[in-house]
């Protein structure tokens, strides 16, 4: 079932699907929307399954007043009655799960968490690629950033799906700073999290990346580690029975379970 749900003084689409067991949160990163789970959902039925599209990214309208992508998800599960769920967050997703969990640790049944951003990690200045975006972003040109997208974050092949998600993300990229309030660094917390986690991480992912879901997983106690062979920063589109097949595995887990580590 399709739904828009207030958040603020604005508004996000949602699909919430019925079925049984923890309800499985779907969470997209910032170079796609939520239909980057496209080829994972059909292999979740008979699960309870919610995602939502971001304030600006494909098909929630663009934000009007301040958020937080923690606040959001906050607004979603309460507007759904969701108490316990299991997180599942890729990128930009992936930072909100754990936000989330490091805010409400009572609520997770688990995490599994793809290529995940993760505020407070040092990461390098890339003054290059920063002002190649600037450049791009300053001219608002969506073609030119898709463009930039598919180099940085594609190295697996640049085929129609991949570009699909970066022209829904794009557009939310313009305004995002005006409005998108930053969520609390989560670096330095990791070792509190005590919920089942697992890390994913494609073996094309940029280095630097790959490099932030090996230290988050090194940091998460009992965190089971998963390199994805052959992909990017898109592991849903390029990995979507492995990445389907683990997300069932801990839906299934107890909550007291810790996965070995690999």
Known sequence: MELTIPVGQDAVWAEHLAGDGVPIVLLHPGIGDSRVWDPVVPGLSGHRVVRYDVRGYGRSPQPTGEFSLLGDLETVLEQLNLEHVLLVGCSMGGGTALNFT???????????????GVSGFPMPEEPELDAEY??????RDVEGLVQFGLRHWAAAGSDDAVAAQL???VPAWFDQGEYLKPDPPVYDRLQEIQVPSVVMVGDKDRPILAAVAGGTAARIPGCEFIWLPGA???????????????????????????????
């Not at 409400?104 to 995940?116: A, E, I, N, S, T």
Request: charged letters at 20%; a positive charge; proline letters at 11%.
């Open 134 to 139: 600037d450049v791009l972003a300053a001219k």
């Open 232 to 262: 990017d920063h898109f592991p849903s589109l390029r990995e979507p029975q492995l990445v389907t097949d683990t997300i069932l595995r801990f839906a299934g887990a107890s909550p007291a379970a810790r996965p070995a580590v690999q």
């Open 167 to 169: 022209r829904a993300a």
């Open 102 to 116: 490091l805010a409400h640790p009572d609520r997770v049944h688990g995490l599994v968490l793809l290529c995940p």
